[in-house]
């Protein structure tokens, strides 16, 4: 008899497991309860309220604008999935120049704020292992991830579910989180904007750059020909490795000169994201009826104009901003094909992403600055 009311009370137990308010997700470090959450996740959204947890989210947030000391290594709420979003629960996310902007306050975001747009992890409701397209398509414009809400330099981020794609198994989480910003904004200035086409020459400057090292892969992919520059020889060495067909000094030799011996007249493209400090060789290294794509202006954004360049050599400025849902799937298909491979430049663990700003703010890296975010 008591056996039997045992095995009643254990059965009343079992049943009432779904009263219990579970939270938003429960997180074993170091081992696999996917399926467990993904169960108990869309019973604990109706929950809601309070909750008890086993691992809180770790993430690197900004309280205040300024240097690298304002990021903070540190617990943070769990993010809540609004309507047509999901959980991602990230393995490897990495560091990008507008990074460093919003940590500057250029532009002075809502805080406390959790940086970063690029990332890789496991989608929580299924499993699957994903890779996150940053750009948010909102009524015919463009938000960032980690610009425009809570980003991925966390343990854990609510996205929509139509910016989540599936990562084949031979791709790494690092080399997911390493080209999605960089190669859907390069492909969208070389491709979409500029139009460039098998054999014409493109100029890319400052290889150590994500955005110029995505166009490195993406130009030679489509079969054109690429001229990079950095003031550092190491760099343009293994620029030449990475597959660049020539390279050029910019703090030692006349790079206006060299581009136009090479190519027999100019550059048919020129990538542009320095600015003040490369825009007249630009117009001067592009070749007549060439094409300048401007994605940024890191050492200033108000050069003299030289308008006189434009009109008498009949060149097409063309400015472009991040990708639309079509850039960024055609740029994952060149990496899912091995055509366009993302350089990797160092990893840092995601508690020292202040070193890994460092590291970027200096201009030190070729490729991209990655964190690496454990289980």
């Known amino acids: 008899m008591r056996r039997r009311e045992a095995q009643v009370r254990e059965e009343a137990a079992r049943a009432t497991l779904a009263d219990v308010p579970l939270g938003p997700i429960v997180r074993l470090r170091g081992s696999r309860a996917d399926r467990v959450e993904a169960q108990l996740l869309p019973q604990s959204r109706k929950l809601g309220g309070g909750h008890a947890r086993i691992v809180p989210v770790k993430a690197i947030r900004i309280h205040e604008d300024g240097g690298p000391e304002v990021l903070r290594y540190e617990d943070a709420p769990d993010p809540v999935p609004g309507p047509g979003e999901v959980l991602i629960e990230l393995r490897a996310a990495s560091l990008n120049h507008l990074d460093l902007w919003i940590r500057k306050g250029l532009p002075s975001v809502p805080k406390p704020r959790i940086l970063g747009a690029d990332g890789a992890g496991i989608r929580l409701d299924t499993g699957e292992r994903v890779v996150i397209n940053p750009g948010i398509e909102r009524g015919g414009r463009i938000s960032v991830v980690g610009e425009h809400s809570d980003g991925t330099h966390a343990e854990l981020v609510a996205v929509p579910e139509t910016n989540v794609y599936p990562l084949p198994d031979e791709i790494s989480f690092e080399t997911a989180a390493a080209f999605p ?82 190519t027999g007249g100019g550059a048919h493209v020129v990538v542009e994201h320095v600015g003040a400090d490369t825009w007249s060789r630009s117009l001067n290294a592009a070749c007549f009826g060439g094409r300048i794509t401007v994605c940024g202006a890191t050492s200033g954004p108000n050069p003299p104009a030289e308008l006189h360049r434009i009109w008498w050599k009949q060149l097409s400025v063309l400015g472009s901003s991040m990708g639309t849902t079509a850039d960024f799937e055609a740029a994952f298909e060149l990496v899912k094909s091995g055509r366009a491979v993302p350089v990797i430049d160092s990893v840092y663990p995601l508690a020292e992403a202040r070193a890994a700003h460092e590291r970027l703010e200096a201009g030190a890296q070729l490729g991209k600055v990655l964190l690496r975010i454990p289980e």
């Open 181 to 262: 910003l960089v190669f859907e904004t390069a492909y969208r200035m070389l491709v979409t904007r500029a139009g460039l086409q098998e054999g014409e020459w493109v100029l890319l400057w400052g290889i150590g750059s994500g955005v110029s090292t995505a166009g490195l892969a993406i130009a030679a992919s489509l079969g054109a020909r690429t001229i990079v520059t950095s003031s550092s020889d190491e760099k343009l060495a293994r620029a030449v490795e990475l597959g660049a067909d020539a390279s050029v000094n910019h703090a030692t030799e006349d790079v206006v000169a060299k581009v136009k011996d090479l």
